[in-house]
């Protein structure tokens, strides 16, 4: 069922991201040549004018790419799950978790897409000559690079799995904060705000509590060992909050859940 | 198969201190048409959300075909809310798909057949449609499928007395008989002569839970007139009393 689920939010989640995405991709490949094109138009009024719409147009998509994200991480789970829309979702023969797991998944994919995006368009908006692309020697350098240093793709990809962990934190704690705001009959969005804040403070006690009993210690020795093991060791600590607001968020749609 | 279809037992459900659901007991069999009545604000979409899981009881034990309410209860109901439900990017089509990937006992061909009927083009998008439309797009959702219980809440409210009779032949020639159907409403006029069996839903109580033969043997009068009775001293929609 969670298959099913997530075919759908991919389909809102294209839905809302066909046009900005294609847009930032075409406006980096547009300012390849306005900005950085061989026959630079910048030598000219028109050139530069060109340089400078294109490049605003394309600082425009990219901001309105990362403004989209977040209304759309938080919409599709508050108007999805908590809105006019639960009305579906939660009358589908699917378990709470499935539901809140299908949105974080989603919100995810959706944060690397975006990633990729951002990284492809600059690749779009360099003046790369397409025999530096295919040149043999180059490749095989990297490729030996590779082979020398095995652990250097294995610390990037422990890299971005630390990232997404923290995304995951993040979109775990905006997921939690409306479902307990869910819970009150009056003023939900105010009372999700204030929800927000208040797992802030909780988290940061937490903290200053682990503090105080030498855990911080614990993980300094870690990070002194270096290698991989400082990254797995902050995934694994990052995950701890993350499945507690998420079972926190799943057990209030399956125990709690108020749709008035 | 279980007997009894839906069972509450003193079933209670409060929004913060307002009560809309007080010690509600109701059984409910199969293959009946049942009558959720009551005027605004008796309880009638409170008791019909907590049987589709939308509500969670603040008291009281609720079941659908024997079991809590969850996943396999939901795979057996057919609810029609009072409201959209969709995102306006979808297609009557995408939703046709979303129920088939997600309920068995839904019929897509039948939906095509309904939407056809129905004037509906369900290869339009959703945003473009009228209001009216899209109820019936959401009316072909619910009775394509071939479920246990058909949960319906104000199918006929808001509608004109010529869609009433649309909507109800609509329900009548298309759900499971085998099933059975639960509709609200305060318009008793309307559907009574669909009824097999009518609950009166007073302040969050069951006032009276009787067949239509029964009412109309024991008083002597129609659904409607008992209705109009037993509501006399609640202000009815528009302010009639």
């Known amino acids: 069922m969670l298959w099913k689920l997530l075919k759908y939010d991919f389909r809102s989640m294209w839905k809302q991201f066909s046009i900005v995405w294609p847009a930032a991709l075409i406006l980096a490949f547009i300012n390849r040549f306005t900005m950085f094109g061989a026959d630079n138009p910048g030598g000219s009024a028109f050139g530069e004018w060109m340089a400078i719409i294109s490049i605003s147009l394309f600082s425009g998509v990219c901001f309105a790419m990362v403004v989209v994200s977040v209304m759309f991480v938080l919409t599709r789970f508050y108007r999805g799950l908590l809105g006019d ?68 793709v294995l610390y990037f990809a422990e890299f971005c ?100 | 198969m279980n007997e009894l279809l839906i069972e509450c037992r003193g079933l209670s459900k409060a929004y913060g201190r307002k009560i809309a659901l007080d010690g509600v007991d109701l059984s409910v069999g199969r293959g009946r048409i049942v009558g959720l009545l009551g005027p605004n604000g008796s309880g009638k979409t409170t008791l019909i959300k907590l049987l589709c899981g939308l509500l969670q009881p603040t008291y009281g034990e609720l079941a659908v075909n024997g079991m809590k309410i969850g996943p396999d209860t939901k795979a057996a109901v057919s609810y029609l809310p009072d409201r959209m439900y969709f995102s306006n990017w979808m297609k009557a089509t995408d939703l046709f798909d979303l129920f088939r990937d997600f309920y068995r006992d839904f019929d897509y061909d039948k939906a095509l057949a309904m939407c ?117 001293a609640q202000p009815m929609e528009g302010g009639e009393f």
Request: charged share 20%; aromatic share 10%; with cysteine.
């Open chain 1, 85 to 152: 829309e639960g009305y579906l979702m939660h009358t589908l023969p699917v378990r709470s978790w499935q539901l809140v797991l299908s949105k974080l998944i989603c919100a995810l994919v959706t944060t690397v897409v975006n990633g990729v995006v951002g990284i492809a368009a600059l690749f779009l908006m360099v003046p790369l000559e397409w025999d530096d692309v295919f040149d043999l020697e180059l490749w095989q350098r990297i490729m030996w690079g590779i082979r020398e240093n095995p652990d250097a």
């Open chain 2, 116 to 232: 056809k009927s129905l004037g509906v083009e369900p290869r339009d998008k959703l945003k473009s449609m009228s209001k009216g439309t899209k109820e019936k797009v959401q009316l072909v959702l619910v009775m394509a499928r071939k479920a246990q219980l058909y949960l319906l809440d104000e199918p006929i409210a808001g509608v004109d007395p010529a869609a009433r009779d649309f909507i109800l032949r609509t329900i009548l020639t298309n759900y499971n008989e085998e099933g059975t159907v639960l509709i609200s409403t305060h318009l008793i006029a309307d559907i009574e002569k669909v009824l097999d069996e009518a609950v009166f839903l007073k302040n969050g109580r069951i006032m009276l839970h009787e067949t239509i033969d029964d009412i109309r043997e024991k008083e002597g009068k129609s659904v409607d007139a008992l209705f109009r009775e037993v509501f006399r």
């Open chain 1, 161 to 260: 799995l630390l990232l997404l962990t923290m995304f995951a934190v993040a979109f775990t704690w905006l997921y939690l904060s409306m479902a307990i705001g869910h819970l009150f009959h009056k003023h939900r969005v105010v009372m999700s705000v204030a929800a927000f804040f208040v797992i802030d403070i909780v988290g940061d006690l937490v903290f200053r509590v682990l503090h105080q009993l030498g855990a911080m210690s614990v993980l300094e020795h870690i990070a002194v060992w270096g290698g991989h093991i400082p990254f797995w060791t902050g995934i694994l600590l990052l995950l701890v909050p993350a499945i507690l607001m998420f079972l926190g968020t799943s057990w209030i749609l399956k125990h709690k859940l108020n749709l008035e």
